[in-house]
């Protein structure tokens, strides 16, 4: 059984900085590409971040792109997101998922996920 541990979700201020990781066991992730999402209350689970296996492609929603930057140690088996200039709106659950086939952007493509973290921006 593959199981995600999310943590490192906290309360911050508008600005701050807050570093998330992902701690698998069950499967190693080396060959599989990760992704973080989040969720707000009464929203839907949106994608944030991931990040491809081989190559290292990167890629980030509008939001994320420029403040978030996630990253892998395979070696740890762990995926991490860094969160800079954190805003309230940034406020959400954030999981961390394996993806499986499909659209990397939408949940239905990723088939383990995380327990989640929950990240609060407010002043």
């Known amino acids: 059984q593959v199981q995600l541990i999310e943590s490192g979700g906290g309360l911050v201020q508008p600005g701050g900085s807050l570093s998330l990781s992902c701690a698998a066991s069950?499967?190693?992730?080396?060959?599989?590409?990760m992704a973080w999402f989040r969720q707000a209350p009464g929203n839907e689970r949106e994608f944030v971040a991931a990040?491809?296996?081989?190559?290292?492609?990167?890629y980030y929603s509008d939001s994320a792109k420029g403040r978030f930057t996630i990253s892998r140690d395979n070696a740890k088996n762990t995926v991490y997101l860094q969160m800079n200039s954190l805003k309230p709106e940034d406020t959400a659950v954030y999981y961390c998922?394996?993806?499986?086939?499909?659209?990397?952007?939408?949940?239905?493509?990723?088939?383990?996920w995380g327990q989640g973290t929950q990240v609060t921006v407010s002043s």
């Open positions: 069950g499967r190693t992730l080396s060959s599989y590409l």
């Open positions: 990040m491809s296996a081989s190559i290292g492609n990167r």
């Open positions: 998922a394996v993806y499986f086939g499909g659209n990397i952007y939408q949940r239905t493509s990723y088939n383990y």
